[in-house]
C-alpha cells in the first residue's frame, strides 16, 4: 500500500515543556489508521502539526513522497488534507450544498454570480456517490449530528482531500448513527482514502481500525495491526497497566433496600419500571441509547413527574416533585450532560462544588467564604482534580476533570443514593479507572449507586446486578454471576423478556 502520509521524529515544545518527543507516524492509502492515548498524551498536538495550526520545532513531514511544510491550516487543507471533529463548523442557516461548496463555488465568468444549478447538481453526486439519503436543498440545522458528519466529509472530498482526520466523531451520536458513520467510512477507505480515526471508545478502534499507533506522555509507544492486538495488550500500551485496574470493583456487604420503584411511568417514555437498588450496591442499568433509562433517572430526581407508579426511600413512599426534594431526600443525579445539566461551566471549581449545600456556609444572608473554600479543596483533593486550583472555571476543565468536579458536588452533599448517567462518557482510560475506583470505594461506604451506562464491559465490570431496558421496558435482570456481553446485549436489543 502506497504512504500518503509519513512524520519522522516529530518533536513539539511549548514554553519549556516537551509536548511531543520524536513520534513517527504513518497513514496508507486505503486505510484506517486509529490513533489512541490518554488525555495529555500528545494525540491533539500531533493532528495540529498535520493541519498545519502548530509548526513542529523538530522532525519532518512527507506528503505522498514529498516533504511538505505547512504554515498554515490553509496550506495542509490546500494539500488535501481535512479534519472532522466532534462538533460540526458548519453554517447552520445555509444548505447542505452551499455548506459543501463554501470557498470553492463555480462563478459565472462575467457576472461573477455563483452557478447555483451546477452546484446543487454537484452536490447531488456527492451525496448519491457515498449512498446516503440527504437533500442539497435542505438548511444543514434541519440535520441530525450523524448527518453533519457526513456533510463536513462530503465537504473534504469536494476539495480533493486525500487524508481525513476524524477526531472523536462518535462522542455525540447514537449506536445507529455510529454504524452509518462507519459505512461511509469504510467506503471512504474502499477508494483510497487515507483516513486518521481518534477514539476514546476502544471497541470502535477494534471494529473500524487496519492499524493502531499508541503515543504515550507525549512518546509514541508502538503501531500495531488490529488483528494482532487485544484489548488488554492495548491498555498497557496506553497508560502502562493491565486491564483489570479499568473495573476495581470490590466485592462489598450489599445492605437492605434503600430505593424501590413500583411501576413507574410517564407516557411515550417508559412504563411500569419497578427495581430495588441496595445499601452498598452498584445497580447497572443497560440498554440502548432511547430505551428510558435516563427519562427514569430524571424521574426520580424529580426533574420530570411520573404519570404512575410509587418510589420508596427505605420503606416509605415518598413523592419527589422536584430536584430541591430529591436532594433533601438524599439523591444526587450524576447527568450525562455535563456542560447542560451538571454543571455550570462559567463559575469555577469552589462555586460548582459547592451549589447544593451554600446553605450550610450561610449566616443571616451572608456566606462564609473560608468554609465554603475549605470544604470545595477537601474533595478537590479527594479526587485528585487537575486544575490550577480550585479558582478555575470549570468550563477551561478537560471532560474527566469536569466529571471529577460533578462527583465532588455530590459527594460534598453527603448523598445516599447516587444516579450516575453515563459516568465516564468521553473520558480516557486513566479517568475511568479513577472514578470506577471511586465508585467502588463509595459502594463500601455503604453508598447506593444507580449506574446508567452504554458500555456493556463497564456495566459488567463495575455492577453487582444489572437490569435492562427496551422501548421504555424494563426486559431483564442478570447477576454479576452470569453477566456476559451476550446476554446483556441480547436483552438490550429485545430479545429476552418478551
Known sequence: MEHLLTLERITKIFTGTLALSDVDFDLRQGEIHALVGENGAGKSTLIKIITGIYQPD???????????????ARASYDHGIAAIY????LFEDLSIAENIYMGHQEIRPVTRNIRWGAL???AGEFIKSLEVNLNPRALVKSLSIAEKQLVEIIKALSADAKILIMDEPTASLTKEEIDYLFRIARKLREEGTGIIFISHRLEEVFDIADRVTVIRDGKKVGTVPKDKLK?????????GKDLKTLYPKE?????EPVLRIENLSRHGEFDKVSFELKKGEILGMAGLVGAGRTEVARTIFG???PEGGRIFLEGKQVRIENPRQAMELGIAYLSESRGEYGLVLQLDITQNITIPILKRFSRFGWINRTDERDTAKRFYDLLDIRATGIQQKVGSLSGGNQQKVSLAKWLAANAKILILDEPTKGIDIATKAAVHKLMSDLAGEGKAILMISSEIPEIIGMSDRIIVMNEGRLVSEITRREATQ???LTAALGEKGK
Open 486 to 488: 451476550e446476554i446483556v
Open 303 to 305: 426533574v420530570e413527574n
Open 86 to 89: 466532534q462538533e460540526a463548523s
Open 231 to 239: 484489548v488488554e495488550e492495548l491498555v498497557r500500551m496506553m497508560v
Open 120 to 122: 446543487y447538481r454537484k
Open 58 to 72: 523538530g522532525g519532518q513531514m512527507t506528503l505522498e513522497g514529498r516533504r511538505v511544510v505547512f504554515p498554515d
Open 251 to 255: 466485592e462489598v456487604e450489599i445492605g
